[in-house]
């Protein structure tokens, strides 16, 4: 059974910290480009950042440039997902995401393959 397992989300003020991991099970990590998308309230769900089967090519999109940084572990099964310098703006679910095996990342959440159940994060003012 493949599954996509997000942890590490909550509530915390503006300007602060969270890191968010999603492990993966079922699947041949190492063949998924994996990453974070979001989706706030009443918004589309929107790409957030994307990292390359051997994670030597990361994608961001350009609101969280310079303040969040995805990684991975292909030894644990492991995709993260550092968010620094948080903004308001920043609420919403956080889904985690597989692509593949074998294909390029993409920015469109049509064409993810695996879903996880996502996890929510609050920052507040």
């Known amino acids: 059974q493949v599954q996509l397992v997000e942890s590490g989300g909550g509530l915390v003020q503006a300007g602060g910290s969270l890191s968010l991991s999603c492990a993966a099970s079922?699947?041949?990590?190492?063949?998924?480009?994996m990453g974070w998308f979001r989706q706030a309230p009443g918004k589309e769900r929107e790409f957030v950042a994307q990292i390359t089967w051997g994670g030597g090519s990361l994608f961001y999109e350009d609101s969280v440039k310079g303040r969040f940084t995805i990684s991975r572990d292909n030894a644990k099964n492991t995709v993260y997902l550092q968010m620094n310098s948080l903004k308001p703006e920043d609420t919403a679910v956080y889904y985690c995401?597989?692509?593949?095996?074998?294909?390029?990342?993409?920015?469109?959440?049509?064409?993810?393959?695996?879903w996880g159940q996502g996890t929510q994060v609050t920052v507040s003012s």
């Open positions: 079922g699947l041949t990590f190492s063949s998924y480009s």
């Open positions: 995401a597989a692509r593949g095996p074998w294909l390029p990342v993409s920015r469109n959440s049509h064409e993810i393959n695996i």
